[in-house]
């Protein structure tokens, strides 16, 4: 058809001319690929025009899918090849389309194709579903997992709470107590198998004492019978009757006979199958207590590791608690550093603090740089400058930092509470302090003169003794008396000046003294606060406003560890003074204040030790070096010999001196040329360096071997003489360092116990960091008890159940019964029986030949079976009594046997529930003791369960949107399979009237069948197609009015509406095309003779 031109057709049959606006479709949409099953090809169509651009082979694709990517890769091409053109914005304009008439074959095309798209789809939508039911079963299960989870977790956190050390504690004693039960009843076990052992072989005996009374009753039962048969055959020999009856008698007795032979040949088989069944037993039993032995080695292992980790859990769970105080007290003493609340802890700030800083803190650096200053300003001898230095620099800001806020926290941490808040009551004008508060000053003022004492770079040793306050209250006494006696009562102390220190020396151990005179108080009453103000106040003045004195007093502050500030009052003012008291002689002094009577005790003790290792090494050495003690021995020698001369004659010549300070001599140059160093303990022991005394007789240190070496002597004991020379020449100089070190230790003791001397603040850091060290390890140790008490209890648990399974089986095995016994009693009375036997035949064969004896014989043969017939009957009766006798046996003794099997019962029953017991001991404390990690991971378990939840919960909305979207996609295409359907139906019928008839479309959409037959109407105008799409390209309206383009330019800015157009299968259908042509007449009548025949049907038209 040409794609050009559009004639109206003969028929009259319209075709509509479909118009839609400026088209940007693009290429994958505008065609589509198609299987004609009616040429059997693959078809390539132009949507829009309804061209097929290109026809394939049917086995080109085997399914839509190949075919449609042979289309993409088909459309690439086509794209490579061809310009595209570069799209321009402009108004709307109608653009008119051709709609080809489709046949029936084409729309059953597409119909299949449509069907292929809807089958795809369904199958997606059944995948589609398949994955949602899926989602939702991984949502059931992931929720369920939550679930189990959640209560895992509040198990857990249950088991936590119950994992205390009390039900810990609980748990172990509940182990102790079923160990004890355990072993109870094990013993009660063993003792019960014993028993039964033996009643089981009593009974065994009393069953053979039964079946053996059973058997020789039944024999003298028969043996009765035996012998009245034959006295009736006597008695029938007599009368000469009865021989037939004899003879059936012997045969019975030859049939029992052959019966017994067989029951013993029968016995005695059983007796080697019992023998065969009891060696079994006995070898099973054998292997059962083989079995039990080693089961009770592992129970008795796993005992001993379970009751060896119990202890270790305890002990190391002790350390912890320990290493946890150690923890406690570590970060105490160091977060306690300048916060302390007693003296005691701020005796250890002190002590830790070697700077000073608790009282100058953030000006300690200052201050220490400062105080170098003063004293360097004082060794240049620049005293004046050294004044005005300190007094500008040091007084004022150290009194400031003494008594600011911080510092008096401190004091009152040293003093206590009661004594830092006393109010002091002056009397006439005059203080009055008692003991009390005399040492609370005096602490206070030790505590800041040693702070001056390390920013000066000297140790805090000032300290506060019961005897120090004594003589410091001494000495107030002795200044008040002196100053307050007529003739000074009136004089100040700038004119008393220190005369009276003689009264003080009387009565006190001072060896030195500072005045400040002051004017009095003016004030009724004074504070602590400001008591202890002055004497810092004047202890600073001692020591910076001293240049006129040559810092006499400044010294004095720094002389001695006893200084201990007072004041005395009179008429007319008085005075604030210190004095330095020497130590107590003897050791029962009592330490109130210090922060060094542990240095100093350590450091006598390693003064003492440094001493006897100097002595020990110096008799090393002397042994080593006979040369020198020989020379030393030669001198002392000479020199005794002199000094004797002397007292013996009174003279000693020159020559002779001269050669006693040669010989002495010799050794001083030895000592020189060997560098031999004498030990010297105290530099305040003054005697003799030469440990061979001289004047005190002869000594032999070293003699003269038989070959002529020198060799040390010994003493009577064995010792070496100059070892005992030695220790001999250093006694007292050890002595006086033990007594040093006695007296440093008795003043330590009253304080010791009370102090945890530390170093500094790095020390106590350490310290806290050695102690969580410890308690890590500790610990460390304490888990890994615990684990090894979780694996002992579990193994305990384990060996018990296993070797109470043993036991079970041994107690199985002795419970089968011996039967060689049996069987072996069996095969004697089944011999007895047949000797029983045999001798019933003879006897029955003697009254068989009984009948051919003579009268006489006869009789003798009938009183003969009379009377072992009465010795039968009497024998029956007392094997029936036995054998009743031996059953009332039997059955005593199987009731204490009954009775024991069931006390074993019970206590395997019991050892049941004390293995289990003890499994659900060991699982509990295994919960107890892994506790925290089980709710950890009873927690991780959670999270990771919710986050699979959550993570199935997202999958299950996301499969049903898709399924949701599948389901949509799959109803609109099966409504578009619905509706080819529905016209390719049409189609076909119209097709299948169109062999008789010309099918039209009327104006209005109306499809009618016209018979061939009709008339036709005028041929109509062609219509010029390229004009129309011209038109359109310059987005013109175009309408064809009688065959001709009528084009028409839009209003600038304005977009066109074509005519005509619409999207909705309905609207087109009411809409006639605006053609420009007057109705046919002709084609009216038609539409009526159609409709009066019902060949009308209507066309709905389908967009492309």
Do not use: C
Request: aromatic share 6%.
């Amino acid at each position: 058809m040409n794609k050009k031109t559009f004639k109206t057709l003969a028929t009259g049959a319209a075709i509509t001319l479909a118009t839609v606006g400026a088209s940007t479709v693009s290429a994958d949409t505008q065609y589509g690929i198609v299987l004609n099953r009616v040429t059997g090809e693959w078809q390539t169509v132009n949507r829009t025009t309804g061209e097929i651009v290109k026809s394939e082979p049917n086995g080109t694709y085997s399914t839509y899918d190949e075919a449609n990517a042979g289309l993409s890769s088909w459309l690439e091409t086509q794209a490579s090849t061809v310009e595209t053109p570069v799209a321009t914005e402009r108004p709307a304009a109608e653009t008119t389309a051709v709609e080809t008439a489709k046949t029936a074959a084409e729309v059953q095309s597409e119909v299949d194709a449509q069907q292929a798209v809807v089958d795809v789809i369904a199958q997606d939508a059944t995948n589609a579903q398949a994955d949602a039911d899926a989602a939702n079963q991984d949502v059931t299960t992931a929720q369920a997992d939550v679930d189990t989870a959640t209560q895992a977790v509040e198990d857990a956190e249950a088991n936590a709470a119950n994992a205390t050390p009390e039900n810990i504690a609980a748990n172990q004693a509940d182990q102790a107590a079923n160990l004890a039960d355990q072993e109870a009843n094990a013993t009660e076990t063993d003792q019960v198998n014993a028993e039964i052992a033996s009643q089981t072989q009593t009974v065994a005996d009393t069953q053979t004492a039964v079946d053996t009374a059973q058997a020789e009753k039944d024999q003298a039962d028969a043996n009765v019978i035996a012998k009245e048969a034959d006295v009736k055959a006597a008695e029938d020999a007599l009368s000469g009757t009865g021989l037939a009856e004899a003879q059936a008698t012997l045969d019975q007795a030859t049939k029992d006979v052959a019966t017994a032979t067989t029951t013993v040949d029968t016995a005695t088989k059983a007796v080697d199958t019992a023998k065969k069944a009891d060696a079994e037993r006995d070898a099973k039993i054998k292997d059962a207590q083989t079995d039990v032995a080693v089961k009770t080695d592992a129970v008795d292992t796993a005992k001993a590791k379970l009751t060896a980790a119990q202890d270790a859990a305890k002990r190391t769970s002790d350390t912890v608690t320990k290493a946890t105080d150690a923890v406690a007290v570590a970060k105490k003493a160091l977060e306690s550093v300048g916060k302390p609340q007693n003296i005691y802890e701020a005796i250890n700030a002190e002590i830790a603090d070697k700077t000073g800083a608790i009282y100058f803190k953030d000006k300690t650096a200052d201050l220490t740089a400062k105080m170098a200053e003063f004293k360097r300003l004082i060794d240049a001898n620049q005293d004046q400058e050294a004044q005005d230095y300190a007094e500008k620099n040091l007084l004022g800001a150290m009194l400031k930092a003494y008594i600011d806020a911080p510092s008096q926290e401190f004091v009152k941490a040293l003093v206590g509470e009661t004594a830092f808040n006393k109010t002091y009551t002056l009397q006439n004008g005059k203080l009055v302090l008692s003991k009390e508060d005399y040492t609370a000053l005096n602490i206070a003022f030790a505590s800041q003169l040693n702070a001056f004492r390390k920013i000066s770079g000297f140790e805090p040793i000032n300290k506060v003794t019961e005897y120090s306050v004594e003589q410091g209250l001494k000495a107030i006494d002795a200044w008040n008396e002196f100053a307050n006696r007529p003739e000074n009562a009136d004089l100040y102390g700038s004119e008393l000046r220190h005369r009276g220190f003689g009264e003080v020396e009387k009565v006190t151990s001072a060896y030195n003294e500072n005045i400040y005179p002051t004017g009095g108080f003016r004030k009724s009453s004074m504070t602590f606060t400001e008591l202890n103000t002055l004497f810092a106040y004047n202890m600073l003045g001692f020591a910076f406003s001293d240049a006129h004195a040559n810092w006499g007093h400044y010294y004095n502050l720094l002389q001695g560890s006893n200084i201990m500030m007072g004041l005395y009052q009179n008429n007319v003012g008085g005075a604030y003074f210190t004095h330095g008291f020497s130590d107590k002689e003897s050791n029962d002094d009592i330490v109130i204040y210090s922060q060094t009577t542990a240095a100093v005790v350590q450091a006598h003790k390693e003064e003492l030790e440094k001493a006897k290792a100097d002595i020990e090494a110096y008799k090393t050495l002397l042994k080593n070096d006979l040369t020198y003690i020989k020379l030393m021995q030669d001198a002392a020698n000479f020199d005794n010999q002199l000094r004797d001369k002397y007292n013996r004659t009174g003279s000693v010549t020159d020559v002779e001196y001269a050669q006693r300070d040669a010989l002495s001599q010799k050794v001083t140059d030895y000592e020189k040329e060997h560098n031999i160093v004498v030990p010297e303990v105290d530099s305040n022991i003054i005697h003799s360096s030469r440990v061979i005394p001289s004047g005190y007789g002869t000594y032999t240190v070293v003699e003269t071997d038989d070959s002529g070496n020198l060799r040390l002597a010994k003493n009577y004991y064995g010792n070496y003489i100059i070892d005992v020379l030695v220790d001999q020449h250093y006694q007292s100089d050890l002595d006086y360092v033990q007594n040093k070190l006695n007296k440093a230790q008795a003043l330590h003791d009253t304080i010791k116990d009370k102090l945890v001397v530390q170093s500094d603040l790095a020390t106590l850091q350490a310290n806290l960091t050695q102690a969580q060290a410890n308690l890590t390890a500790a610990q460390t140790a304490s888990d890994s008890a615990k684990a090894e008490l979780t694996k002992a209890s579990s193994d305990y648990a384990t060996a018990l159940e296993a070797k109470t399974a043993a036991e079970k089986t041994l107690a199985d095995a002795t419970a089968t019964p011996l039967q060689t016994q049996v069987a072996e009693n069996n095969l004697r009375l089944a011999t007895i029986a047949l000797q029983n036997a045999e001798a019933r035949k003879a006897d029955a064969q003697k009254a068989v030949d009984n009948f051919s004896a003579d009268l006489a014989t006869k009789k003798a043969a009938l009183d003969t079976a009379k009377a072992d017939l009465a010795q039968a009957q009497a024998t029956a009766t007392a094997k029936a009594e036995a054998l009743d006798t031996a059953k009332a046996e039997l059955v005593k003794q199987q009731a204490t046997l009954d009775s024991l099997n069931k006390d074993k019962d019970a206590l395997l029953a019991e050892k049941d529930r004390l293995v289990e017991e003890a499994k659900a001991l060991a699982t509990e404390l295994k919960g107890y003791l892994e506790a925290p990690a089980i709710l950890a991971n009873a927690q991780a378990t959670l999270t990771e369960k919710q986050a699979a939840l959550t993570e199935a919960q997202a999958k299950a909305e996301t499969a049903q949107e898709k399924l949701e979207t599948i389901t949509a996609k799959l109803a609109a295409e099966e409504s578009k399979l619905a509706e080819l359907q529905a016209e390719y139906n049409k189609l076909k019928d119209l097709e299948d009237k169109a062999k008789d008839n010309v099918i039209a479309t009327l104006p209005d959409g109306t499809v009618i069948a016209v018979p061939k037959d009709a008339p036709t109407a005028v041929e109509k105008p062609a219509v010029d197609v390229d004009a129309i799409k011209q038109a359109l390209d310059k987005g013109q309206d175009v309408t064809v009015v009688d065959g001709k383009v009528v084009v028409a330019s839009p209003q600038a800015g304005v977009t066109v509406t074509p005519r005509g157009i619409t999207y909705s299968r309905v609207e087109r259908a009411k809409t006639l095309p605006n053609t420009g042509e007057q109705t046919s007449l002709l084609a009216l009548a038609g539409v009526a003779v159609l409709s009066s025949l019902g060949f009308a049907v209507t066309k709905r038209k389908r967009r492309g």
